[in-house]
């Protein structure tokens, strides 16, 4: 298994150099650093020394693969591909275009992002699972199909109505909550519970529906049969047998997305003002700060692998027949 | 008088009616087409939600219309055309256009939503909510600048189905020849494809969107002198961002397909063929190609309201269609603050919202006939 593991990680570096070609072909060919400066300068002061300045000043000054002016080895390494782009390996980011460090950054923001993300995940997994368990407890009953219909109707209605209308409701009609902010500590639960909220009735529908599919087709088959044929009752044959088997699928949803909630989700941080790095992602797009959306793609690539790797290990929990050689 | 003008995405427009009729008079015969279309219209639901999607789509064909103005000018002047470009709706609905209001003004209502200092008859100076200018005319009332919100939720049609249809044109070739190739020849053509969408799938979405907006709007920027109107340039930006939408959301289907063709190549029709010599070239288009179509349908109809969706989500992100344009997520956006004013103003996101709605909840229902008609194995799963 170990084996294993390490050639699955192995198999992530061409991904992750892939990756980085992409993201530095996007930023620094199409885009080239002097319309990065141009941005930053805006209209009024853009003249060409402007432009050097700006680039000097924030490492852009450098040739993009070869260094022609450079001696030895540093023809190849004294460039913007190995400054910029290469060193996110080594998980250094460098510092944003306003002069931030981004790995400081980085390590701040995480525990935040972490607070609302990993309930959501956690509390939205028990709580989908057991709605769909519920529908297919009471399945071809008028439960089970009006269910199913608010599943549609939910996934039907704008996630951006979810987040302004709880806002409205829960923090300036009802005043549960404070509307938006976030405050480390013991009183962090005051602004925890509304994002979460708001998340979960966000993803009732689509999953729920989903696992429901996922018991149904369980259900059909000869083993169930033969477990109801024993004697077991429904809820036990609904527990035991059809969750235990419908594992492999829900996990493969599941499992990869897990280190990623590290990065926090875009749009509630940005709603609920969670200083996260879901937040600091939206604010570096709408800043235009290339450096921040380079930093977190990379970082995202790379804990998207890790969680295929958790993903296949995973599998062989839920399924002894599952060995990974 | 008037000059038609064919912007890019009325072109594509046009390319994608073009294909779909072909396609219909192509398969206008073959009983295995029509059978599953004709299943799907006997039932009650997926008449009724064809109907709303058909309603949605002629209002969006007719926003696709395009046309400019012919200025006034002296006789045997050179004939000059208005920078603004109409559409055959902003001519129908040419009331609610030019009835423009002050501010907001809740629906139906007679008078402006907030008070103001009004003259009265007496001549007298007092705080009073100002009369409209078209009073009780406004179906869903106005926005900031006064504008008819049902104006506004109509036109906002267009965009929603524009980045809908569109991306999945965009995305189908890619998904297609990938897909099925992967599938089919295995080997190293199958590393390779694997390896480039596990590469594109494992960048986190919206980042990946973001930053390829991010590219494009800068070039639009550099390259400003190569539009002649704004609503050209919102168009070039709203068809970018559907290509980018489907080069980077091509890797599911394809990944559906992969799947599917590694079955089919065993299969024993595509066996004989390949005993008696068919060319692989041939094998794809005529065995392998037709077998994988319900699956194309069917992720093409489901895929359609996630993306409605999310052009609402990218608007709010900043990397959505351009600020300027109508659409549901510039108007939720320009909307969403003004819940926390006291009177709450709310008739903007309702409308949105429930437009939006009603095409993605209609699009839904929808794909779910057309995946249990084309697809019997799935019946009742979901």
Known sequence: ?325 | MIKPVLLWSDALILLLLLTVAALVWLARKNDTFRAPWRQVMASRMGFVTASILAVYAGIGLLDSMHYVERLPSAPGQQAQYSGEVFSALDALLKPLRVNVEKTYSSPLATHLYAKETVQGPDGVERRDYPPLKYPGTHLLGTDKVGQDVLYLSLKSIRTGLLIGTLTTLIMLPFALSLGIAAGYFGGRIDDAIQYLYTTLNSIPGVLLIAAAVLVVQVQIEAHAEMFNTAAARSDVRLLALCAILGVTGWTGLARLLRAEALKLRELEFVQAARAFGVTDARILLRHLLPNVMHLVLISVVIDFSGLVLAEAVLSYVGVGVDPGMISFGNMINGARLELAREPVVWWQLAAAFVFMFVLVLAANLFADQVRDALDPKSRGRA
Request: net charge neutral; with cysteine; hydrophobic share 50%.
């Open chain 1, 1 to 325: 298994m170990l084996n294993y593991i390490l050639r699955r990680l192995l198999y992530a570096i061409p991904i992750l150099l892939g990756v980085n070609l992409l993201t530095f072909a996007l930023f620094f060919m199409v885009n080239t650093p002097d319309d990065m400066a141009r941005i930053h300068l805006g209209a009024k002061h853009v003249t060409p020394e402007a432009i050097t300045r700006w680039k000097v000043e924030h490492g852009y000054d450098k040739p993009l693969f070869l260094n022609a002016a450079a001696a030895g080895l540093d023809k190849a390494t004294d460039t913007l591909f190995v400054e910029k782009s290469l060193k996110l390996f080594v998980l250094d980011f460098g510092a944003s275009d306003d002069g931030r460090d981004i790995a400081r950054e980085i390590g701040q923001r995480m525990w935040p992002s972490l607070a609302i993300a990993l309930p959501t995940f956690l509390v939205g997994l028990l709580a989908y699972l057991s709605f769909a368990l519920l529908l297919v407890f009471f399945r071809g009953t008028a439960l089970d199909t009006g269910g199913v219909i608010l599943c549609v109707a939910l996934m039907s209605i704008s996630g951006l109505f979810y987040v302004i209308g709880g806002q409205y409701l829960m923090g300036k009609l009802w005043h549960w909550f404070p509307i938006s902010g976030y405050q480390p500590g013991l009183d962090a639960w005051k602004f925890m519970v509304m994002p979460v909220l708001v998340s979960l009735i966000g993803g009732i529908g689509d999953s729920s529906r989903f696992y429901r599919a996922l018991f149904i087709e369980e259900i059909g088959k000869d083993y169930v049969r033969t477990a109801r044929a024993k004697g077991l009752s429904d809820l036990r044959v609904l527990f035991r047998h059809v969750l235990g088997n419908a594992m492999i699928p829900i996990l493969t949803g599941v499992v990869v997305v897990i280190p990623r909630l590290f990065m926090g989700s875009l749009i509630i941080e940005s709603f609920f003002g969670i200083p996260g790095l879901g937040s600091y992602t939206i604010d570096a797009i709408q800043a235009q700060d290339f450096a921040i959306v380079r930093s977190m793609v990379f970082l995202g690539s790379l804990l998207y692998i890790v969680g295929l790797v958790l993903t296949d290990i995973s599998y062989t929990w839920a399924d002894p027949r599952v060995r990974l050689e």
